[in-house]
């Protein structure tokens, strides 16, 4: 099975920073990428599918990018509820594999 | 307002069984792949299986193939997911996650979960 694996796994920024997460496939899955985010408490939200479009809603600070083995989510403007741990989740066939997750938090 | 409602969970033995159910609104039910996924306590989300609009296509994770049995009846707009010989290490919020679909040389494809419900906990626990 094809293992996905984010980095880092968690990072502490300041609002109005850009952050970058990363996540890695161990075997190329074109574009069927999609990364969520789940604040505390709550249910995961889909942000982005096929690697690169934003779900309906979804403001604009967040965008994704990659394709084949190495994608990443980007927050162009880190901002106080952006504060949640992200995961990446990959489409291309079963199994439907999560990564491990990345903690974001205000510096 | 598209709406997912889960239902069913509850405390179990080790080896006990379960039936989950996902009532959906709000949106055309048979045209959906739909999902299940389970997050246990401070992990991370985990796919369990999916099933395909009508039904002809059905996937799951490997740790459940044979004991759990994801099923759907169009006409109710509802998916369930039969949890048969439960193991402690099943503890988690099961969500039901509407899920979108993509096409390709074989047809329509599973894609990313774009509405999920607010989770049922199952507790596996002597």
């Known amino acids: 099975d094809i293992q996905m694996t984010q980095s880092p796994s968690s990072l502490s920024a300041s609002v109005g920073d850009r952050v970058t997460i990363t996540c890695r496939a161990s075997?190329?899955?074109?574009?069927?990428l999609a990364w969520y985010q789940q604040k505390p408490g709550k249910v995961p939200k889909l942000l982005i599918y096929g690697a690169s479009t934003l779900q309906s809603g979804v403001p604009s600070r967040f965008s994704g990018s990659g394709s084949g083995t190495d994608f990443t989510l980007t927050i162009s403007s880190l901002q106080p509820e952006d504060v949640a741990t992200y995961y990446c989740?990959?489409?291309?066939?079963?199994?439907?594999?999560f990564g491990q997750g990345t903690k974001v938090e205000i510096k | 307002e598209v709406q997912l409602v889960e239902s069913g969970g509850g405390l179990v033995q080790p080896g006990g069984s379960l039936r989950l159910s996902c009532a959906a609104s709000?949106?055309?039910?048979?045209?959906?792949?739909m999902s299940w996924v389970r997050q246990a306590p401070g992990k991370g989300p985990e796919w369990v299986a999916n099933?395909?609009?009508?039904?002809?296509?059905?996937y799951y994770v490997d740790s459940v193939k044979g004991r759990f049995t994801i099923s759907r009846d169009n006409a109710k707009n509802s998916l369930y997911l039969q949890m048969n010989n439960l193991r402690a290490e099943e503890t988690a919020i099961y969500y039901c996650a509407r899920t979108s679909y993509y096409y390709d040389r074989s047809g329509s494809i599973a894609g990313a979960f774009d509405i999920w419900g607010q989770g049922t906990m199952v507790t596996v626990s002597s």
């Open positions: 989740q990959k489409y291309n066939s079963a199994p439907w594999t």
């Open positions: 709000g949106f055309i039910f048979s045209t959906y792949w």
């Open positions: 099933i395909k609009k009508d039904g002809s296509e059905i």
């Open positions: 075997q190329g899955i074109s574009n069927y």
